[in-house]
């Protein structure tokens, strides 16, 4: 299949300004969102602009590698706070995942509950719309961001207002160290109390997730904090005690061991190769059994209980079982049949479609950029 892969910023534009039939925007093509188009890749424009650890802000071209960057921000003690998936285990794909593609689909991990969401880390944005005009809004450091609505607007739009060509991050610091308490076998009832106790607990929890048993074994209850060693140790034995009545399977310090279970959980790991279609649900914590406790499914939590991946049966649509839930469900893997058929994201109230698209009309009018993937 042909590919349009321009290699700076005036080649993106006028590959833009020049098309008369839809493109399929793309960074790595991890992600799976395949809609109809030629597609235009972002790979061509990658590199680091400008990088100031001291300052905390990192500029970079948005087809650059996800990998390239967070090993740039290991060799100066920092990293992406936001904990960005990658999807190639759950969906099977290939290709490389960029920073483009991370803050097209607002792709957040564990840490949200704590820092926030990619965007809540996005400084500014520069970005060609479906005419080919090149547009910037924000800045480089916080002290000088400005149109920072917009900003946050091209985050999780999926390139379908723009196609992003470069994106100015805050990072933060690593901590000294990290520590996990592990809870085994708990029902979902209990599992959200702990859920809820943490979050209202003073420990400055930074992950609090559940992921299912394999091969017989109990379903695991996690729960994280992050900083200096003795903090965490601290901290550690304060979440013990509050749950001293509850299966604590033990409280891990060694930094592999977190690596391997925060990893396992922002991944979805347990859904790797098995048969069945994935949905990603966002809904109010306290919502959570309402979506774990109905039916004889495997489900991953995460944020929680905010955000719950299940493991469904194929052609199972899992929104019409939720809809007498407030939130928002994804169909992240799933035959192409039953993609278009059930369509991958959730359908918007009638005020917010109204609104989108007249969004999209104003950046895409001629309705070529990612045509259809949001409704």
């Known amino acids: 299949m042909k590919m349009l892969r321009p290699e700076n910023e005036d080649d993106l534009a006028e590959a833009i300004a020049s098309a008369s039939a839809p493109l399929c925007i793309q960074g790595g093509g ?16 990658s590199g680091v602009e400008l990088y100031e650890p001291g300052a905390l802000t990192l500029v970079v071209k948005a087809g650059t590698p996800l990998a390239e960057v967070e090993n740039l921000l290991a060799s ?6 936001f904990e960005p998936m990658d999807h190639r285990g759950l969906l099977g794909t290939k290709g490389e995942p960029t920073i483009g593609g991370v803050i097209a689909g607002n792709i957040s991990g564990p840490r949200r509950i704590q820092v926030g969401a990619a965007r809540d880390h996005l400084l500014g944005v520069r970005f060609v719309d479906g005419t080919g005009q090149v547009l910037k809004n924000g800045g480089r450091v916080m002290k000088n961001v400005t149109g920072y609505d917009l900003v946050k607007l091209m985050c999780g739009a999926h390139g379908t207002l723009g196609v992003l060509s470069e994106v100015s991050l805050k990072v933060l610091p690593k901590p000294e160290c990290s520590g996990t308490m592990v809870l085994y076998g708990l029902g979902w009832t209990a599992a959200l109390k702990v859920f809820c106790d ?27 904090v992050e900083g200096f060693e003795d903090s965490v140790k601290y901290r550690l034995n304060k979440l013990y005690e509050m749950f001293s009545d509850f299966p604590v399977e033990k409280l891990t310090m060694n930094s592999e061991t977190n690596v391997r279970i925060w990893q396992s959980v922002q991944d979805v790991d347990p859904f790797h190769d098995k048969p069945g279609d994935v949905w990603r649900t966002s809904v109010k914590p306290t919502d959570m059994i309402r979506v774990t406790g109905m039916w004889d499914y495997k489900h991953v939590v995460d944020w929680g209980g905010g955000l719950i991946w299940s493991l469904v049966s194929e052609g199972v649509d899992l929104r019409e079982k939720l809809t007498d839930v407030p939130g928002h469900a994804t169909l992240v893997r799933a035959s192409d049949e039953t993609r278009t058929q059930l369509g991958v994201f959730q359908p918007q109230p009638a005020p917010l479609a ?5 969004l999209r009309q104003k950046f895409d009018p001629k309705g070529i950029l990612n045509l259809g993937l949001m409704g």
């Open 198 to 224: 943490v979050l209202k607990s003073p420990y400055d929890v930074t992950g609090v997730a559940r992921l299912p048993g394999r091969d017989g074994d109990y379903d695991r209850t996690f729960v994280r």
């Open 30 to 45: 991890t992600r799976g969102l395949a809609v109809p188009g030629e597609i235009l890749s972002t790979t061509g424009l």
């Open 76 to 81: 100066e003690g920092q990293r992406l706070a």
């Open 354 to 358: 109204a609104i989108s698209h007249g």
